[in-house]
């Protein structure tokens, strides 16, 4: 279903528009886009940037700086135009027109064409290919249309080339079923979440911006071996794994990044997956210490925001290995590095005071003749170890705090969290 990209990388040139809404962060959003185009195995090819006070409702830039852009290709081949924004079906037709009918996309097709790159799941390929169809939909004006002239290379992975080929009668029916398909994925989760409810399992999820060190998190921290990669949405399917602290386990969920202006559809498109972070008991928010952390921070706070995320949350500094001075980082920030393992203790220690109120570290004393009672509500204790003598056993556990009158006659001591 996917095409692989060919033997010749595709080059792509990139339309920067500076407006008013984001004059203080173009520079930010160009950045990104050239990394989304290593995500997508494409070179970048270089920028044209352009200061625009009133958008051209046929272009949105003027007509002057796409003749100065068609003079900066004449003679290239196999380039790509990539305006950093979102176009209309129309605009896309009319920068392509005036750049000679080259392939022109905009910054939510090629954040498309990565997912559709990496989603390995059945559910992750199904969101892919309704968010593509949703996209593509209103753009597919019969066969005259820019798309009909995509051709190959990023932003016609997944399903785009296939609609090109068919009616508007197909495609509404292929949305009605993956509709359909997710709605059926989506009970099926709400099920697992209402069981690990009953068997009150504590969810963490790991949240933040693409490419901040997630997944390698998880992977420090419970031994899994979930997919790590240096590039953005190289994690889009949720990895869920078992983290045991103070001998209680927690389920920790990697999450699909979040990047700067990510198109509302897309965020809806994975609403499913991601609300193992919105229903979380607590969420990690990982940023990059090294990179621009504050604006990571507060595009995550602002799209979990419109997600309606509620739950308590933790700021991590990962790749902090060769800070000294975390003055500069957000209040009560915690600095580790997954990579070379440090600040775990730290980490996991803020992460059980959540909780604290919660559970008890005691241990329980069992005389040998009352061990029948004990073992009738032993299943409420996590045991982490135990020590036998000549009158009974002492138990170093974890209680959780409901069930502490039912063993109140067996407590030695209780340690102050």
């Known amino acids: 279903m996917y095409e692989n990209i060919k033997n010749e990388l595709e080059k792509i040139y990139i339309i920067q528009p500076i407006t008013r809404e984001n004059a203080e962060k173009y520079r930010i959003l160009q950045e990104e886009a050239v990394s989304l185009i290593e995500s997508a195995g494409a070179v970048y090819a270089g920028t044209i940037y352009q200061n625009v006070h009133e958008i051209n409702p046929a ?94 290379g990023v932003g016609t992975r997944g399903p785009g080339e296939t609609q090109l080929e068919t009616d508007r009668r197909y495609i509404r029916g292929r949305l009605h079923y993956l509709e359909t398909r997710l709605k059926e994925m989506e009970k099926r989760r709400a099920h697992l979440s209402t069981r690990r409810k009953k068997d009150e399992v ?68 994975f609403k499913s997956t991601l609300e193992s972070a919105v229903h979380c008991d607590l969420a990690l928010i990982v940023c990059d210490a090294k990179g621009e952390y504050d604006m990571q921070l507060q595009t995550t706070l602002q799209t979990l925001e419109e997600m309606h ?69 032993k299943q409420h204790v996590i045991e982490r170890n135990i020590k036998f003598s000549d009158d009974g056993q002492t138990v170093f556990a974890t209680v959780p705090v409901r069930y502490s009158n039912e063993l109140s006659r067996f407590y030695k001591k209780i340690k102050k969290q």
């Open 309 to 377: 995320f509620a739950s308590p949350y933790l700021v991590v500094m990962n790749k902090s290995e060769d800070i000294s001075d975390f003055s500069a980082f957000p209040y009560q920030s915690i600095p580790i590095s997954a990579k070379k393992g440090l600040g775990f203790e730290r980490l996991q220690r803020e992460i059980f005071h959540y909780f604290a109120n919660e559970y008890l570290i005691c241990e329980l004393f069992i005389p040998y003749e009352k061990t029948n009672a004990y073992t009738k509500i």
């Open 59 to 152: 272009t949105f830039v003027g007509a002057g700086k796409l003749a100065e852009l068609n003079e900066r290709l004449e003679g290239l081949e196999n380039i790509t135009i990539l305006f950093n924004g979102e176009l209309s079906p129309s605009q896309t037709l009319n920068i392509s027109s005036a750049l000679d009918d080259r392939k022109v996309i905009d910054r939510t097709t090629l954040i498309l064409d990565i997912f559709a790159k990496n989603a390995k799941s059945s559910e992750g390929k199904l969101q892919v290919e309704l968010a593509q169809l949703k996209y593509l939909y209103p753009r597919l004006k019969g066969k005259g249309s820019a798309l009909s002239r995509l051709g190959g």
């Open 202 to 269: 504590k969810t963490i999820a790991l949240v933040g911006y693409t490419n901040t060190g997630k997944s390698t998190l998880l992977n420090a921290l419970t031994g899994a071996n979930a997919y790590v990669k240096n590039e953005l949405f190289a994690t889009l399917d949720p990895t869920a794994r078992t983290l045991d602290i103070e001998g209680v386990p927690f389920l920790l969920i990697d999450t699909v990044g979040f990047l700067q202006d990510l198109p509302h559809n897309l965020i809806e498109a």
